[in-house]
């Protein structure tokens, strides 16, 4: 059981995925490393967890990917060739990067089963018993003037539940690509009665689509650990907010801010163009640039 009144200072990554539908880009490249305008993906999370007060963030990866971490080590090569060219508004982006945080990194093993709980079970060494911590998906960016990680851990110290989740509305017709929340009657803040994983529209019992952030007590991880996972099956992480549901509080968190996700080529563009548009030194330039496109044939 967790005790209350922890604070929230670790924040759990997954970045162990292979970015199939991205190959052969992602053959050499983590596909957390592909860019969103001028910073890798993973590098947003990172600064989304730290703005929201995280100190220590363990990122689970896996083989292949050490690129990962060489992207928040120090890179002497590169800072000396900066400082020889007197780069020093580039040499600062470097160095800050090892700086931003506690940086702990883990493998996902092959004994693990696959899917998006197993990334918990690998960092479980990570998290002391009764110690609230943030997870996230590789996948997922919030673009908003407050954190979504922050959001999410002002709800969980002020209230004490079992986790806080976040949500965001979609249209019906796309709920079959997400977990799905269940609200129970009346209740503020918002508390999830149950979840379904990925439902036909006409089955949805709402509209509110999981995105990939949340806080946890460590009950989570127990859970996890005794779901049977059958030969070949996926180990989802809904399943565990399932039972989290029907044995303590979950709240639900409709966030303020915009979703994305990065997990196919067509939302990472669409990504790219709504990062870029909000860049401070292209962002102009290339709205224009957009203006000017005759998109009036395919």
């Known amino acids: 059981m967790k005790e209350s009144g922890l604070k929230v200072k670790k924040a759990v990554i997954a970045v162990a995925g292979y970015g199939t539908r991205f ?46 971490e060489d992207h928040f080590d120090s890179s002497r090569a590169l800072e000396a060739h900066l400082a020889e060219q007197k780069n020093d508004d580039y040499l600062e982006l470097i160095r800050k990067l090892p700086r931003m945080a506690n940086f702990a990194y883990v493998r996902q093993a092959k004994h693990l089963p696959y899917g998006n709980g197993s990334p918990l079970l690998a960092a479980k060494s990570f998290i002391d018993r009764s110690e609230p911590f943030v997870y996230m998906f ?84 127990g859970i996890l650990e005794q779901i049977d996972v059958a030969s070949g099956n996926e180990l989802y992480l809904t399943d565990a907010i399932a039972v989290l549901c029907r044995e303590s509080k979950v709240l639900v968190h409709p966030i303020e801010g915009q979703w994305y996700t990065t997990g196919d080529p067509l939302r990472y563009l669409m990504t790219n163009v709504a990062y870029a548009l909000e860049h401070a030194e292209i962002g ?14 395919p």
């Open 23 to 68: 190959l052969p880009a992602t053959k050499a490249v983590p596909k957390e490393l592909l860019p969103i305008v001028d910073k890798p993906i993973v590098q947003y999370l990172v600064e989304e967890a730290i703005q929201s007060g995280i100190e220590d963030i363990i990122l689970v990866t896996r083989d292949g990917a050490s690129s990962i």
């Open 138 to 221: 590789g996948d997922d960016l919030v673009m908003s003037e407050k954190p979504c990680v922050k959001q999410l851990i002002e709800l969980y110290e002020r209230h004490d539940p079992a986790a806080v989740i976040a949500f965001q509305s979609i249209e019906r017709s796309e709920t079959y690509r997400y977990g799905v929340a269940k609200i129970k009657d009346e209740t503020e803040p918002k508390e999830m009665e149950s979840i379904v994983e990925k439902p036909a529209p006409d089955d949805a019992p709402s509209t509110l689509a999981q995105i990939g952030r949340f806080v946890f007590s460590s009950d989570v991880i």
């Open 284 to 297: 102009k330039n290339f709205a224009e640039y957009l203006r000017s496109l005759d998109l009036s044939t």
